[in-house]
């Protein structure tokens, strides 16, 4: 069992940035790929990014490369990801997720965080 709490949401002028945390409690956390989801109003959850248990790799939505960059201390029970230059359109809950492998597919994640809220004024 992993219980994930996110935290770092806040609102942010455009151009500016924002560091999310999760933190899970267990001691399995470095056993689970690590992922982040976001939902705008009105519309489906979509895929943001992830990394591998070891953080050897990591996969990006294309809305998001370049822009953000998702990091992980299993020393610490943390996933983090760190968002650069917000636009107005990435408004949303952002909620993480553990999966047992990297993927982008919702299903595949076991274990939801609460989600924390984003939003960036234009």
């Known amino acids: 069992q992993v219980q994930l709490v996110e935290s770092g949401g806040g609102l942010v002028q455009a151009g500016g940035s924002l560091r999310l945390s999760c933190t899970a409690s267990?001691?399995?956390?470095?056993?689970?790929?690590m992922g982040w989801f976001r939902q705008a109003p009105g519309k489906e959850r979509e895929f943001v990014a992830a990394?591998?248990?070891?953080?050897?790799?990591?996969y990006y939505a294309d809305s998001v490369k370049g822009r953000f960059t998702i990091s992980r201390d299993n020393a610490k029970n943390t996933v983090y990801l760190q968002m650069n230059s917000l636009k107005p359109e990435d408004t949303a809950v952002y909620y993480c997720a553990a999966a047992e492998l990297l993927v982008a597919t919702q299903s595949e994640y076991r274990y939801w965080g609460q989600g924390t809220q984003v939003t960036v004024s234009s």
């Open positions: 990394i591998s248990w070891s953080g050897g790799s990591t």
């Open positions: 267990g001691r399995t956390f470095r056993q689970y790929a």
